[in-house]
């Protein structure tokens, strides 16, 4: 297993670039037969949604739920940056048009998780927080990739309306220390097609296709 943290530190007064893998992470979906041990993290919603306004109405959705350790921020620090990058299977099932009206999204969670003793009965409590108030990012591939690739979507958390840098700090000042995410998306299988899903490594992937989140502090100086 990797290590979950590698704390890359620049010169003094340079930007410093925090290097996260999950410490925990599961795959959110009532037939998911091992969510806490399957390879793949899967993202699809229902009626052109990927998250339901109802915590309560979750079946039927697909989720990943991933937890960073984020106690070695560096505290008080400005983030010039954040970005959560995940290694897709190759020859995805979506055609491209709709990745682009349906992107992948990360989304801020209700609460937090642990992978241990997770089951889908928790997901109306801990559940993507809906609205644009709970996006902090979104993605799709800009063009099909080459067959039998896997390749890398990279999510901008700064980008979306959702504030991923209080989020943050209110993460860094909890007592877990650990910050909560969902991927999810509007693409649904049962419209355009049972294989038109995103479908990512997990932390238990092979080497390399695991998930990263990048945190980068601007200089105290």
Not at 122 to 139: I, Q
Not at 163 to 173: C, K, N, P, Q, V
Request: hydrophobic share 40%.
């Amino acid at each position: 297993m990797f290590a979950a943290v590698a704390l890359l530190v620049a010169t003094a007064g340079a930007p410093q670039e925090i290097r996260l893998r999950p410490t925990d992470d599961v795959w959110v979906y009532s037939y998911a037969s091992d969510p806490a041990g399957d390879t793949f993290l899967r993202a699809w919603g229902m009626g052109g949604t990927s998250v339901p306004d109802d915590p309560s109405m979750v079946d039927g959705y697909s989720f990943g739920y991933l937890r960073f350790d984020v106690s070695k921020a560096p505290a008080g620090a400005k983030l010039a940056s954040a970005r959560l990058d995940l290694t897709s299977t190759a020859n995805p099932g979506y055609a491209l048009d709709d990745a682009k009206s349906s992107p992948l999204e990360v989304r801020a969670l209700s609460g937090m998780f642990k992978e241990g003793g997770w089951n889908y009965e928790k997901a109306g409590a801990v559940h993507p927080m809906p609205g644009l108030a709970g996006l902090f990012g979104f993605t799709h591939p800009d063009a099909m990739p080459k067959k039998d690739q896997t390749f890398v979507l990279s999510v901008d958390l700064l980008h979306g309306k959702g504030d991923f840098s209080t989020y943050l700090a209110t993460a860094e000042a909890g007592k877990d220390k650990a910050v909560c995410l969902a991927i999810c998306s509007a693409l649904d299988p049962a419209s355009q097609g049972r294989e038109s899903i995103y479908k990512v490594y997990s932390r238990e992937g092979p080497p390399g296709t695991e998930p990263v989140l990048r945190l980068t502090f601007a200089s105290s100086r």
